[in-house]
């Protein structure tokens, strides 16, 4: 069995449907099971009616219709004849969706994000499995929430692996071609859950893993894994192939190209994970494997836009030791602030976050109480893997304030104001 996974971008419209299937026609796709995510921005628009629905139920309705018309206009572009019988489907889904928010009581902001966030995989798995049989190819619609099984860690839901993978096995057999949903899942209760944004990868890895696949391909609208994000950096490269341990390291570091943790089921199986351009289907892409050096071996720059830059000095100007270290640690915890980068001297610790679930106020309020607390918002960390002196150059010379430094044998970051 071959995994796919056809990303937001790669199905944004109609066009994009009947690529991925120019996509499918050009490789082959006997013992395929396709991953396909959200079309285009849907998962931002059902985070919007979400929000819209906490706030003010009375306008959801027509952000609601909004999205139905952004997917019937793709069906009617698509289906021609048949077009009624999916345009009911759809209908009936959107039903489905206003049926729960008009019943829903529960308060709990991330318990109804996933139940509503999922509709945008449902509805374009529905529609690319309808295609597929409009042009006559025997396919099979998986429900991914009947076999992705997690805990109730709504948003960002844990994979239960030993039940996932027996599912998967029994659900996915006797069938030559599967779509199935990436990002969503369902917990012992058969609610829906969510594997966290951009989780899609992390689906296809673990589809892959459970049928031990003998490889996953993302295609993406680049070519392959490139030694910077073209939207950031000028005259990237493609990187022809890569170990896991690489890659695991560059999407740590923040190369959104690959979900970080998609990796690690993979490289257990030593599963071979390509990224190639859907746009390119017989373009080489990129290969990542056991123990590939990177090749070419030339520098790789990652950037994280919008970070925080926290500065902590003692009151009294007592050292900044284990103590107060852990305890520093336990409010970033608490506050659930992702920490990219540290640094510490003796009486000052500066720490680079993310500030993922705006709680930096909160967090500063508390920090105030034992510690000077200097903020800069904004920053950007840098980080280049595989440096050399003309790397740090062009990093250093781009005109920004360097604010921190830090550099081991093979990755330098900087934070940049
Ligand atoms: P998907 O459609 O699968 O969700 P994404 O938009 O998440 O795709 O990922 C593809 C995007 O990742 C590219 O358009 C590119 O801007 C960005 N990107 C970031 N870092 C890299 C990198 N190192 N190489 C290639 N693309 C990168
Ligand atoms: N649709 C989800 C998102 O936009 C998951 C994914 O695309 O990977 O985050
Ligand atoms: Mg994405």
């Known amino acids: ?72 206009k793709i069906v009617e572009e698509l289906f021609e004849n048949q077009f009624t019988k999916v345009n009911q489907i759809i209908h009936d889904c959107f039903e489905e969706l206003n049926t729960f928010l008009k019943n829903n009581k529960a308060p709990n902001y991330s318990f109804v994000y996933d139940q509503v966030v999922s509709y945008g995989e449902l509805l374009s798995t529905t529609i690319i499995h309808h295609y597929f049989e409009f042009k006559e190819w025997k ?8 076999c992705i099984k997690t805990d109730d860690y709504y948003r960002s839901a844990n994979l239960n692996w030993d039940q996932t993978q027996a599912l998967i096995k029994t659900q996915s057999k006797g069938h030559q071609l599967i779509v199935t949903q990436g990002f969503i899942g369902s917990n012992s209760n058969n609610f829906t859950t969510t594997l966290g944004r951009e989780g899609s990868d992390y689906s296809a890895a673990i589809f892959a893993y459970a049928l031990n696949a003998e490889s996953v391909t993302i295609w993406k609208d680049v070519p392959g894994v490139l030694n910077g994000d073209p939207r950031v950096f000028n005259n990237t490269e493609l990187i022809h192939q890569i170990s896991y341990r690489e890659a695991i390291e560059l999407a740590f570091y923040g190369a959104s190209v690959i979900h970080p943790k998609t990796l690690q089921p993979l490289q257990r199986k030593e599963i071979p994970l390509y990224v190639k351009s859907f746009e390119n289907p017989k373009g080489a892409g990129t290969s990542v494997s056991k123990g590939k050096t990177l090749e070419p071996l030339i520098p790789c720059y990652i950037v994280k836009k919008d970070q925080v830059l926290l500065r902590l000095s003692s009151i009294d100007f007592s050292f900044i030791v284990e103590e107060n270290i852990s305890y520093i640690f336990s409010l970033l915890h608490e506050y659930q602030m992702p920490v990219e980068l540290i640094q510490n001297s003796a009486i000052s610790f500066s720490v680079c976050v993310n500030n993922k679930y705006k709680r930096l106020e909160e967090l500063v309020l508390v920090l105030r109480s034992r510690f000077n607390v200097e903020v800069k918002e904004e920053v950007d960390l840098f980080t280049v893997r595989h440096f050399n002196r003309d790397a740090l150059q062009s990093i250093r010379g781009n005109g920004k304030q360097i604010l921190l430094e830090q550099r081991t044998e093979e990755t330098a970051q900087f934070v940049l104001a």
Do not use: C, P
């Open 1 to 72: 069995m071959k995994v796919f996974k056809f990303g937001g971008a790669s199905v944004k419209d109609a066009s994009g449907v009947r690529n991925l299937v120019r996509v499918l026609e050009t490789v082959g796709f006997n013992d395929t099971l396709v991953v396909v995510s959200a079309m285009g921005k849907t998962t931002n628009a059902l985070e919007n009616i979400i929000k819209v629905y906490f706030e003010d139920k009375e306008s959801v309705n027509q952000h609601v219709l909004a999205l139905k018309e952004f997917h019937l």
């Open 139 to 146: 396919s099979f619609w998986l429900d991914a929430r009947a």
